[in-house]
Structures are given as C-alpha cells and as structure tokens.
C-alpha cells in the first residue's frame, strides 16, 4: 500500500510563514510529479504548485513569489514553504503525487488526507 501523509499545518497571522511537508511511504517504485492543491470551505479543490521529478514548477497565479515548492527524491518527500501568507490562503492542504509501485506497471495518482492552514489575526 501506499500512503501521502502530511504535516506543518495550523494557525498563523497574516504575513506569517508555514512549512509543510508530505511523506510518501509503501512499495514505491518509482515518484513522478507532486503537486499541492488546497480546499476552502465552499469552494472547489485548486491547484497551488506542481513540481516535476527534474523539478520544473508551475505555480498558482495566486501564490507566485510567495509559496515555495521543493522534494526530496531520496525520502519521498516534497515541501511547501509558504511565506507572507494571507486569509485567503485559508484551506485544507492536500498533497498528491504519481506514483508506480513495484510489480505493478500502471501509474496512479494518490492524496494525502490533508492539513489545515488557517491565517487569521
């Protein structure tokens, strides 16, 4: 089985900084794109940023400059550096990932379960 588990979220004042990360862990063969998207209340899932395994990027208009995407291939783990952040960056977290596992040949895309991010003064 394969798992994303994230963690780094919680409460932080306008401005502030958050940093959170996301473990893949199971029987991975192999990890292509990682992505973060996130969930307000009442809205659709967005996509925040994506990161390639050659770590090309693509960012949310909304969070270029300010957010800051990274993995590390060798601990199946990528990050999001969240700086200067705003209320309406408000959300549930959630961090995917394209992943084969061994014995099997087709890729699959697997969700964590999600971390809260509240920005509130």
């Known amino acids: 089985q394969v798992q994303l588990v994230e963690s780094g979220g919680g409460l932080v004042q306008p401005g502030g900084s958050l940093r959170l990360s996301c473990a893949a862990s199971?029987?991975?063969?192999?990890?292509?794109?990682m992505g973060w998207y996130r969930q307000a209340p009442g809205k659709q899932r967005e996509l925040v940023v994506t990161i390639t395994s050659d770590n090309n990027t693509v960012y949310a208009d909304s969070v270029k400059g300010r957010f800051t995407i990274s993995r590390d291939n060798a601990k199946k783990t990528v990050y999001l550096q969240m700086n200067s952040l705003k209320p309406e960056d408000t959300a549930v977290y959630y961090c995917?990932?394209?992943?084969?596992?061994?014995?099997?040949?087709?890729?699959?895309?697997?969700w964590g379960q999600g971390t809260q991010v509240t920005v509130s003064s």
């Open positions: 199971g029987s991975i063969f192999s990890i292509r794109a």
């Open positions: 995917n990932a394209d992943i084969r596992q061994y014995s099997v040949s087709r890729w699959r895309t697997y």
